[in-house]
């Protein structure tokens, strides 16, 4: 009996694949079976032997006032956190493209939080917004009432500027890398055509940094719903209510071993970050389209 002989371009279509393996095997294993099993917890009413509810679940998380608490805190803080954040490194991105003494060392200066751990950040947010911290003793000097800034209304500020502190230097970084990719002749032509700054950086400088910006958006959007680290370190299990966030809920669910609402939590989560940034894709393309 003769084999069937396999043509040389069959063995180089089968080598791409052969290199994928590896990393295919530990996505399917450690992603796509937990991904695919977490789904199943969340229709059925008990991970031992449990009956299948459907819907039920998430229901019922719907109309669970913690939860529902938890996604109002995370949806105020993406919506005010985004757009500050875009703010912020754009304008540092745009003092950091010009050519000023210094500007190597407050580059430098931005992006060192990326660097750090976020223990040891939290460890200096604590210090400083505690109820006997540095930022409670100038107030103190001004003879000023000290604020429990962690244990009430300005809590929700107070994770703002961690927030901050920690994002704006990578996406100046990407700001800087976007601006130094327009060609300086579009900046030339415009001055002779008598364009003031306004107007360049409304029709030069903000047209192509649109997908730059759009990458930014995203990053910032899904790094605000990881901000849960520094909260939970900051604030501890239960924090104030105005940082009651979706991530809480969660590893309080999860405490509690209720993989019900857990993971129906988690999907819940999940479609409305990959609404949002699908939802992204199409205004971009349909920005791109109006550029071009």
């Excluded at 080598?15 to 789904?39: E, I, N, V």
């Excluded at 998380?61 to 105020?76: E, H, I, V, Y």
């Excluded at 604020?147 to 230097?169: C, F, H, M, P, Q």
């Excluded at 590893?251 to 992204?280: C, E, R, W």
């Amino acid at each position: 009996m003769k084999w069937p002989k396999i043509s040389a371009k069959r063995k180089i279509n089968l080598l791409p694949w052969l290199f994928l393996g590896p990393s295919l095997t530990g996505f399917a294993l450690f992603y796509l079976l937990p991904f695919m099993d977490g789904f199943f917890y969340s229709l059925v009413d008990s991970p031992l032997n449990g009956n299948f509810v459907g819907l039920r679940n998430y229901s019922e998380l719907l109309r669970n006032p913690s939860f529902l608490t938890a996604l109002a805190n995370t949806g105020k803080f993406t919506l005010v956190c985004v757009p500050l954040n875009m703010l912020f490194s754009l304008g540092v991105a745009l003092l950091l493209n010009k050519k000023i003494q210094g500007s190597n060392f407050f580059r430098t200066l931005f992006i060192t939080p990326l660097v750090i751990p976020v223990a040891s950040v939290v460890l200096v947010w604590q210090a400083f917004f505690d109820i006997n911290g540095v930022l409670n003793s100038f107030i103190h000097a001004l003879n000023l009432q000290p604020v429990d800034w962690l244990k009430s209304e300005w809590a929700r500020a107070a994770i703002l500027v961690a927030y901050l502190w920690k994002n704006t230097g990578y996406s100046m970084v990407l700001f800087l890398a976007g601006l130094q990719s327009i060609p300086v002749e579009y900046y030339e032509a415009a001055r002779i055509d008598g364009a003031g700054r306004l107007q360049e950086f409304l029709r030069i400088t903000l047209i192509y940094l649109t997908p730059t910006a759009f990458f930014v958006f995203v990053i910032s959007t899904i790094n605000s719903f990881k901000v849960f680290r520094e909260t939970y370190l900051m604030a501890g299990e239960y924090p104030h209510s105005s940082i009651y966030m979706l991530q809480h809920y969660m590893n309080n669910m999860f405490t509690a071993l209720d993989y019900q609402k857990l993971t129906s939590a988690a999907f819940i989560m999940a479609a409305f970050i990959v609404a949002v940034v699908l939802l992204l894709f199409i205004v971009e393309r349909k920005i791109s389209r109006l550029i071009n």
